[in-house]
């Protein structure tokens, strides 16, 4: 383990330059957005530095470590603030910093209009803060910090524009259902405490092996309650497609590239906790396999284009968390799938974006149509991004995705037949719902209401959609030569190199299948949507109306807590005054009756007080006269 | 006469000052009150500089004889916890004054009173934490509810003589119960050889377990009172809507904090047997106050009722922690009595400006207060997210502390009062959402941002908040050995001694 004294600056900066911008206000309304992007790409240089320096280290000393102050320490549970910049850490240091500085550049033309730009810059830099911290902190607690950190930049972010109300309840959503999951990551973190007498993930890694099956898959459900709530996952993923409220570059960033992939780092640097809970993987690839699904069938109904990606984000992380409980191997697939669509899915949110730029912030993809010819760089870029996705080779997702396919084929028996079936079938509805998305926007009729113009976005937009739309084409190829990722991930994850069980199904013939059942969908779509009328249908089947209600998610929330909730507020809040303050009011009422009936004996006449005390002398003596007898 | 003793009567001489100034200049008696009470606030802080966070037991201790046929003593002294909760008292009162600049207004009496209420108030806050005899204590205790009774009553809005009459009859039915309990632990020092209200002897005293019951549910009930720990809490709810925000400040920020201290200083230090009888139902209480209170919360429509069911909700989490019994719980508790003290004063001040701005406390009224008011709304979005225990405030240190350690005595507890972080979302978010996000609603448009009076006074109370959340340790250093010693006599220790690897 090495010691660095130069991690604490990748929180610090954007932390500080974040606080800076707000405190100052509309002083720094000019140059605000310079400062903010600035900050965000030293960060991307400080940790492509520490990667060079990763890189000339081996073995165990790659890991670097800094303490920066002692935190908590009360009895034995003692936390201090130190970070952790290792093989899996760095992986999304280089995917914050580098995605992130893309996007403030991109969001300075995006907002340029803005009022509050300034504000929106500051809250990009405490999110890049957050996250990084959540990704360097060494110990659960530390990470604590970052994950609600990025909550609260989600928070803000989502409600950028909370003068409307819809927006405010979208951002206040997302917080609660986030919470949700944090109730998760605390009890796990309390259980970790009483199981092993620390947080840090060394000392939970330590004493894992030790612990009681029951016990850790305790944890593991923990984890994966805490992981479905920041990633969007079943049952606690309904706030993401109310999460596009937020500027897109916003949708990009967090709710795409980064920050929803949290889960998938928790549980990913959980690994010593999941290899050693059959159940606790179990349950994660359950979570991962029921959201694959119900991000993909929520993805073909969609007419908002951000909604559209949103869904298939959901899905997408689905094979990222089910790729987490395959065991050993899985993770490094997870990591590799998480940063392919890290650039596929952030180049395709800032080309939808770019689209809405151009038409007026019209997301209904019924009222686009043959924009590619208008904004040729957009739908380029787009285009690239939908091919990684789809899995097409050479492109990006091919190696990732169909290595998360070929593993869950492979991890055995019934289940692995199970789950390779439903990836097989998540990529062809995948291939179904992007190719819409394409047919709807770029090609086909023009559909655009009156006002529109579209043009292509400025240089300062479209130069970061370039650069994503090569990491869409490259980084797939790049990461898996020879095992790059997955060798350099050794040591955090599957550290006993464990390889692959008996194959079901060769490399090849996943591919192939895999290739046909995308064609399949790409064909379905395109069949389908020859003509497109600018309303939605009506005449609809039931799938088709449930998928468009996000097969009902709000409704059932609604009905199963939203609603009992709030009768119980209202029945508690008339309890409060009825019962407890009634029997309160009740004491004090007849204490108060007593004290006038009283009060009517002090009334100043002597003759009255004599009677009383004839009464008082009479009531003594027959006291005394029953006690001596 | 120790620092400690000087501290307390500071306060007293700046009321006497005060009251020989001419009643019609308001603005001098402002000033003055003011200045004092940073003289207080520089006093106390140089007494925490002073204080050896090595040495356990009590420090800058004086003892004078008062009573001397009942062994009764001027007896003063402050061990860790006391002097945090000192701090916050000695610094939230300046805060309170400079925040309150124009409550004293309009008021049944004139400003002057008010101030004088208010310093005497302060010297009671501070002797209460440092008395070490059980009399002295006894006597503050009650004494503090006559010019919190005038303040409330005098200075308050809405039904302020009715609030304030059932805060005193509430908290005067503890403090009798009380004293019932402070006579018999006499009688029975002076049976077990020489009758004394030194805390640390009675501590010594061999108390039958039957009779320790009797003598704490005597303490506890008023403790419980004041805190206020449900079914105890309604007096609290219609006090804070009448009071006017300084007062509801150091009401809830200060005063119920005598509840909590004194459940540790008294209960389980006297009657360490009784404590671990009653424990599995003061915990049932604490969860229910937890999930209670923050219920409550989210139904009020009140702004200022809204702050005192979070304050239930809060001392639900407080309670939990102190009869866990770990060090992490009480450590945890008392540092969450500081947190909470901070938390709701900058809740209060900041509802306090908007309700005084809007004339009006119902939340319907507010709406888009962030594009009309972006300081006050900001200021309130923190206190909220202190309330809601964000990480990276203090308020999360202290929340997970208590939770952290209750669960490794009582899981089921510990879960159910980690629900309360998703109602807390629920309770801020809803009123936050409602006051400061949507359109400006109509007579909000013209409302004016914090100037700078209010801004000074706002930003020490934000500075300590995110301060202590990332560098708790100065004041949980203070706490640890204090804590330490409490759990040792009462005979406890914690269920995960050794820090793992």
Not at chain 1, 39 to 62: H, N
Request: with cysteine; aromatic share 10%; glycine share 10%.
């Amino acid at each position: 383990m090495t010691t660095s004294t130069h991690l604490v600056y990748l929180i610090a900066l954007p932390l500080l330059s974040a606080a800076l911008l707000l405190v100052l206000g509309r002083i720094a309304d000019k140059w605000g957005h310079l400062l903010a992007t600035l900050v965000s790409a030293t960060t991307f240089v400080i940790g492509a530095l520490e990667f060079f320096a990763m890189q000339s280290r081996t073995g165990a000393s790659r890991a670097a470590t800094q303490k920066i102050f002692e935190w908590i320490s009360v009895g034995a549970f003692k936390v201090d603030a130190t970070l952790l910049l290792d093989q899996l850490s760095i992986c999304f240091v280089l995917l914050i910093t580098g995605v992130g500085t893309l996007i403030h550049i991109y969001s300075i033309a995006y907002m340029s209009h803005d009022h509050d730009r300034r504000r929106f810059f500051a809250y990009l830099n405490l999110f890049i803060a957050a996250m990084l911290l959540l990704v360097l902190g060494n110990s659960y607690l530390n990470l604590y910090v970052g994950w609600e950190g990025v909550g609260l930049a989600s928070y803000l972010l989502i409600g950028f524009w909370n003068q409307k109300p819809v927006y405010a309840t979208a951002a206040k959503k997302a917080f609660v259902a986030n919470r949700v999951g944090d109730v998760g990551l605390s009890l796990a973190i309390m259980i970790a405490f009483a199981q092993f007498g620390t947080v840090s993930f060394d000392g939970v890694k330590a004493g894992a092996p030790h612990a009681s099956p029951a016990a850790l898959t305790a944890i593991g459900a923990m984890l994966l309650l805490a992981a479905a709530g920041k990633s969007a996952q079943f049952p606690l993923q309904s706030w993401l497609g109310d999460a596009m409220a937020g500027p897109t570059p916003v949708s990009a960033l967090i709710h795409a590239a980064t920050m929803v992939t949290a889960g998938v780092y928790l549980i990913t640097r959980s690994n010593f906790i999941f290899d050693a809970s059959p159940n606790a993987r179990l349950m994660v690839v359950t979570v991962g396999a029921i959201t694959l699904l119900f991000g993909a069938i929520i993805g073909t109904a969609k007419d908002d284009i951000k909604k559209a990606l949103a869904a298939s984000t959901m899905s997408q992380i689905g094979y990222m968390i089910l790729a987490t409980g395959l065991g050993p191997i899985g993770y490094a697939f997870a990591i590799l799938h998480l940063l392919t669509h890290g650039f596929f899915k952030a180049g395709m949110f800032l080309g939808a974006g770019s689209v809405m730029h151009g038409m007026n912030d019209e997301v209904n993809m019924r009222r686009y149509g043959a924009l590619a010819k208008a904004m040729p760089i957009t739908a380029v870029t787009f285009g690239l991004g939908y091919l990684a996705i789809l899995g097409v080779p050479p492109f990006a997702g091919f190696y990732s995705k169909d290595k998360i396919i070929e593993t869950a084929f492979n991890s055995g028996g019934t289940k692995g037949i199970l789950l390779g079936g439903a990836t097989l079938l998540g990529a062809a509805i995948t291939a179904f719902y992007m190719t819409r998305v394409i047919v709807l926007t770029f090609t086909g009729s023009k559909r655009w209401d009156d006002k529109a113009h579209p043009h292509e976005s400025p240089i300062l937009m479209w130069a970061p959609m370039v650069v994503l739309a090569v990491g869409s084409v490259a980084s797939g190829f790049l990461l898996s030569s020879g095992s790059a990722l997955v060798n350099w991930l050794q040591p955090v994850v599957n550290s006993q190199n464990v390889v692959a069980g008996e194959e079901l199904m060769k490399p090849i013939v996943v591919s192939g299948l895999a290739l046909g059942v995308v064609l399949l969908g790409v064909l379905l779509a395109i069949f389908k949507y020859r003509t497109v009328p600018t309303s939605a249908p009506t005449q609809v089947s039931v799938f088709t109306k449930a998928a468009r209600k996000d097969l009902y998610q709000d409704s059932f929330n609604e009905a199963v807590l939203m609603r009992p909730g709030q009768k119980l507020t209202a029945g508690l809040v008339l309890t409060d005054y009825k019962v407890i303050d009634g029997i309160v009011r009740t004491v004090g009422w007849t204490l108060g009756a007593i004290s006038t009936a009283m009060r009517k004996i002090q009334n100043g006449f002597v003759r009255s007080y004599s009677l009383l005390m004839l009464l008082g002398v009479l009531v003594l003596v027959f006291t005394i006269w029953l006690v001596t007898l | 006469m120790s620092i400690l003793t000087t501290l307390e009567l500071l306060p007293l001489i700046g009321a006497f000052i005060v009251g020989f100034l001419p009643n019609s200049n308001a603005k001098l008696i402002k000033q003055v009150s003011i200045a004092i009470s940073l003289l207080v606030a520089a006093v106390s802080i140089l007494m925490a500089v002073r204080f050896n966070s090595g040495t356990p037991g009590f420090q800058f201790i004086e003892s004078r004889s008062w009573i001397p046929s009942f062994n009764i003593n001027y007896a003063v002294g402050v061990d860790g916890i006391a002097l945090v909760l000192i701090l916050l008292t000695t610094i939230l009162v300046p805060i309170v004054f400079l925040a309150g600049w124009n409550e004293s207004e309009g008021g049944r009496w004139s400003v002057k009173t008010f101030y004088v209420l208010l310093l005497v108030l302060e010297t009671m806050m501070i002797g209460v934490f440092a008395a070490t005899d059980v009399f002295l204590f006894y006597v503050i205790f009650e004494a503090m509810l006559i010019p919190v009774y005038f303040l409330i009553g005098g200075y308050g809005v809405g039904e302020r003589a009715a609030a304030a009459i059932k805060f005193l009859l509430y908290s005067l039915f503890g403090g009798l119960l009380m004293l019932a309990a402070v006579i018999g632990i006499y009688i029975i020092s002076t049976n077990q050889g020489g009758g004394t209200f030194d805390v640390t002897e009675l501590s010594k005293l061999t108390i039958d377990h039957p009779t320790q019951n009797w003598l704490f549910l005597g303490f506890f009930i008023a403790f419980a009172i004041k805190a206020p720990l449900w079914p105890f809490h309604t007096w609290l709810p219609s006090a804070a809507k009448s009071a006017t925000a300084g007062t509801s400040t150091l009401l809830l920020g200060v005063l119920d904090k005598v509840g909590t201290y004194g459940m540790i200083r008294f209960c389980m230090t006297l009657f360490p047997d009784a404590t671990k009888t009653f424990t599995p139902v003061i915990i049932t209480l604490s969860v229910i106050s937890i999930l209670y209170g923050a219920f409550l919360a989210i139904g009020q429509k009140d702004i200022n009722s809204l702050i005192a069911f979070t304050s239930i909700s809060h001392f639900g989490f407080i309670t939990l922690g102190i009869f866990a019994m770990t060090s992490q719980g009480l450590t945890g508790a008392t540092f969450y009595m500081v947190n909470h003290g901070f938390s709701t004063a900058a809740l209060f001040l900041t509802a306090g400006w908007m309700v005084h701005r809007r004339k009006s406390a119902q939340i319907s009224d507010f709406g888009g207060l962030q594009r009309v008011t972006p300081v006050l709304a900001w200021s309130f979005f923190i206190a909220g997210m202190s309330a809601l225990a964000l990480p990276g405030l203090s308020s999360f240190v202290s929340e997970f502390l208590v939770l952290v350690g209750s669960f490794t005595k009582y899981p089921v507890a510990a879960i159910f009062g980690t629900l309360g972080i998703v109602l807390a979302a629920l309770y801020v978010l809803i009123v936050v959402q409602r006051s400061l996000h949507g359109e400006v609603k109509p007579g909000n448009e013209s409302l004016t941002d914090l100037n700078l009076r209010e801004k000074i006074a706002i930003a020490p109370v934000i500075v300590v908040l995110v301060v202590a959340g990332f560098f708790p340790k100065p004041i949980i250093n203070l706490i640890n050995p204090a804590t330490a010693t409490v759990m040792a006599h009462a005979g406890v220790s914690d269920p995960i001694a050794k820090a793992g690897k």
